[in-house]
């Protein structure tokens, strides 16, 4: 059953007497109790998109649909009571500095009108569920961003929502520290059964703890599905970039030139055979390996790699047709690694 229907959905804003299209018909189905990404590059429009979800961004055209809900035809009263169905956490936290860790944690629940004792008692609840309760009356200038970061999630679970949305909310944190996160936000999904949403510009989070994902590129949808099969085989050119990722690049060798150069995905069995070293012996030709990586795919570990070919039409042709029968998964790759 779908939580979140997007139904073409376009988004307009008038900036200077110009009008700036930041989202194009885009159409998306969120299954209830998943873990689904949107991703996409900076300006690619994902943050208007998701504050779409909540109607914080009302459509210029199209409808949103939360648990069959059609969010346009709700009054103001009305809406605000759905909101309540719905988490938010972001980039920066937006903790109260001037309220400790705890005080953070009761604010939406004052603002519901819920009792002071009552609120309390849920605030340390949560608290412990992000395992901060040890930190309840430290104020945020106290804290890590890690832990800051926690009381923005237990603050988002203090009214009980039934999706959580995702905004960046992993981009200021260390990789450790974003490892930790999601971690915790599977958990939450798991044990809750929240629907949450990721909003990110990095593949790694998605790879880590998405099932789907959309690809947002220049404020149109490009691509979705199964994280697993776009990862082994992206078709959009935008998907291929995230993919490729300018922090994953090997600089002793991204200055190697190659004629043509094609990723390699090792899935199932093709990860015990020495492919390349049986390649080069059938052939007799150099192979440049470009780039080479292990990423966790819904808990499965996959390996990439970007070969240069060696010249010649013919070869490059049966050196791919090999690859293809040893059971790896090919792409062409247009630009540098």
Known sequence: MSEIEIRNLTKRFEVENNTVTALRDISLVIEKGDIFGIIGM???GKSTLVRTINYLEKPSEG???IDGTNLAELTERQLRKKRSEIGMIFQNFNLLEQKNVIDNV????EIAGVKKKEAKKRAKELLKTVNLLEKERAYPSQLSGGQKQRVAIARALATDPKILLCDEATSALDPQTTASILKLLRQIN????ITIVIITHQMSVVTEICKKVAIIDNGRLVEEGLVEKIFEAPGSD???ELIAGKDMRFSPLQSMDAERKIRIVFRDNSAYEPVISNLILKY??????LKA???NVGGKAIGEMILGLPEGEDLQKDIIAHLRDSGLLVTEVKEDV
């Open 293 to 295: 990586d292990t990423r």
């Open 42 to 44: 900076s300006g690619a």
């Open 106 to 109: 009761c604010f939406p629940l």
């Open 284 to 289: 007799q030709a150099p192979v440049n390996i």
């Open 63 to 65: 409808q949103v649909f």
């Open 238 to 240: 935008a998907a291929k």
């Open 190 to 193: 798991e044990n809750m059964g």
